[in-house]
């Protein structure tokens, strides 16, 4: 069955980066992209990007260009998402979620990321 | 910028009623391109629709989706229990590539 397992919760303090992980098993991990969709406090969903995860190419929402990296690894079938010069307003769930024909299929269990001085 | 609204805010229905969700958007969305998700508190999203009007594996026929254009509905003919959740409309498309609106609650009354 298809899986994404995401690392464990972060906190960081402002002006640092945080590296989310997810795991994906069950599927040919080369086969899909993989989005990164992210959630505040109380708040709604937020999709911050995609990356291709056969070539590598992605695509970053305009807010988060110049600010977050997404990659992946192949060979152990991982997709990663770093953000940069963390603000207090990134406290958030980071989500990933598998993309099948435009819509989001399987989504990660969530990385709960507080951003506090 | 195309930007979903969701109405109602939120819902209050009893177990057994049928609830109907709404989701506007600001420009024309392909039908093919429009879905929605069921949340559950501390859970991840889950896709219910997609193609607005397409239900996802798993998921029962009481709900349904329609519309095309700038409004579309997702319709829950008889509420379960199970069935209360935020749910949240998704367009690909016109920049942002992807973008939610902003929920709506079905609450328990």
């Known amino acids: 069955q298809v899986q994404l397992v995401q690392s464990g919760a972060e906190v960081k303090k402002p002006g640092a980066s945080v590296k989310v992980s997810c795991k994906a098993s069950g599927y040919t991990f080369t086969a899909y992209y993989m989005h990164w969709v992210r959630q505040a406090p109380g708040q709604g969903l937020e999709w911050m990007g995609w990356i291709n995860s056969n070539s590598g190419v992605t695509n970053y929402a305009q807010r988060f260009q110049g600010r977050v990296t997404m990659t992946r690894d192949t060979s152990i079938s991982t997709a990663y998402m770093e953000l940069h010069r963390l603000r207090s307003d990134d406290s958030a769930v980071y989500y990933c979620?598998?993309?099948?024909?435009?819509?989001?299929?399987?989504w990660g269990q969530g990385t709960v990321v507080t951003v506090s001085s | 910028e195309i930007v979903l609204t969701q109405s109602p805010g939120t819902l209050s229905l009893s177990p057994g009623e049928r609830a109907t969700l709404s989701c506007r958007a600001s420009q024309s969305v392909t039908s093919s391109y429009l879905a929605w998700y069921q949340q559950k508190p501390g859970q991840a999203p889950r896709l219910v629709i997609y193609?607005?009007?397409s239900r996802a594996t798993g998921i029962p026929d009481r709900f349904s989706g329609s519309g095309s254009g700038t409004d579309f509905t997702l319709t829950i003919s008889r509420l379960e229990p199970e069935d209360f959740a935020v749910y949240y409309c998704?367009?690909?498309?016109?920049?942002?590539?992807?973008?939610f609106g902003q929920g709506t609650k079905l609450e328990i009354k």
């Open positions: 193609g607005a009007s």
């Open positions: 979620a598998r993309e099948r024909s435009v819509n989001f299929d399987y």
């Open positions: 998704q367009q690909y498309g016109s920049s942002p590539r992807y973008s």
